[in-house]
C-alpha cells in the first residue's frame, strides 16, 4: 500500500506570494492533519480534516487554510507568504479521528520563502 | 497547557552502546505517547505508542519505551544501537479524547552514533 504523498516535495516563493500544499492520504484513509517544523519552534499542529470538515485548528494566523476533497485527498495554502513561514510542511493521515489511530506521515513539502 | 520536553537536544553514543531518550510530559491527564523518529531529509515514523496498560511497549527497529505515572515520563531505549539509528527522535502526546488527533511534540533529541 502506498504511503502518504505530498507535492510538490520542494518550493521556493517569494513575500507576498501565496502557495498551495498537497497531500494524498494512504487509501482508505479519512483523516488528514498538518504540521509545520521549523527549527525555532519545532513540529507545531496547523489543522486537521476528516469527511471534507476542519475538526481541530493549532495557533496559526488565517493566512494558513485548507481543505479537503472528497477522495480524503488534502490542500493548504498559505497566503501573503512571510519569511517566517519558511518550514518543513508535513501532512499526516490516518484511518479516522479517533485518538488511538496512528497518524502516518508523508515526506513533507520544504517552502523556502524569499 | 499540554507540553512534551525532550530535556537532551543532541547525544553522541558509541555504535553497540546502549541508549535512553528521555521524554517527560505534562497533561491533565494521562495522554496517549508515542515516539516518532526523523531521517535527514524524510516525514516522521511511529517507533511505538502507548495507550493503556503494560507500561513498557515495544516498538519497531528494536526499541522499547516505558511509560511511568509517578514521573510523568515515557523514555524509550535500544539495548544496543546501531549506526542506521542516527536520526532525530521526538516524543509526543497525544488527547485521550475521540475525535481529537492533535499531536504535541517535544523539540526532538539528535542522535549521533560513533563508530
Known amino acids: 500500500k502506498a504511503g502518504v504523498t505530498q507535492t510538490p516535495r520542494y518550493l521556493i516563493k517569494t513575500r507576498g506570494q501565496q502557495v498551495t500544499l498537497s497531500c494524498s492520504p494512504i487509501?482508505?484513509?479519512?483523516?488528514v492533519s498538518w504540521y509545520q517544523q521549523t527549527p525555532g519552534q519545532g513540529l507545531q499542529f496547523l489543522f486537521e480534516y476528516f469527511s471534507e470538515t476542519q475538526r481541530n485548528k493549532g495557533n496559526f494566523p488565517g493566512r494558513f487554510s485548507g481543505r479537503q476533497f472528497s477522495n480524503s485527498r488534502s490542500e493548504m495554502n498559505v497566503s501573503t507568504l512571510e519569511l517566517g513561514d519558511s518550514a518543513l510542511y508535513l501532512c499526516?493521515?490516518?484511518?479516522?479521528?479517533?485518538?488511538?489511530?496512528?497518524?502516518?506521515f508523508g515526506p513533507g513539502t520544504r517552502l523556502t520563502v524569499l | 497547557a499540554q507540553s512534551v520536553t525532550q530535556p537532551d537536544i543532541h547525544i553522541t553514543v558509541s555504535e553497540g552502546a546502549s541508549l535512553e531518550l528521555r521524554c517527560n510530559y505534562s497533561?491533565?491527564?494521562?495522554?496517549?505517547l508515542f515516539w516518532y523518529v526523523q531521517s535527514p531529509g524524510q516525514g516522521l515514523q511511529l517507533l511505538l505508542k502507548y495507550f493503556s496498560g503494560d507500561t513498557l511497549v515495544q516498538g519497531i527497529k528494536g526499541f522499547e519505551a516505558e511509560f511511568k505515572r509517578s514521573q510523568s515520563s515515557f523514555n524509550l531505549r535500544k539495548p544496543s544501537v546501531h549506526w542506521s539509528d542516527a536520526a532525530e527522535y521526538f516524543c509526543?502526546?497525544?488527547?485521550?479524547?475521540?475525535?481529537?488527533?492533535?499531536?504535541?511534540f517535544g523539540q526532538g533529541t539528535r542522535l549521533t552514533i560513533n563508530p
Open positions: 487509501s482508505g484513509h479519512r483523516s
Open positions: 497533561y491533565g491527564a494521562t495522554p496517549y
Open positions: 509526543a502526546v497525544g488527547p485521550p479524547i475521540q475525535g481529537a488527533q492533535k499531536l504535541v
Open positions: 499526516a493521515s490516518s484511518l479516522g479521528v479517533g485518538s488511538t489511530d496512528t497518524q502516518y
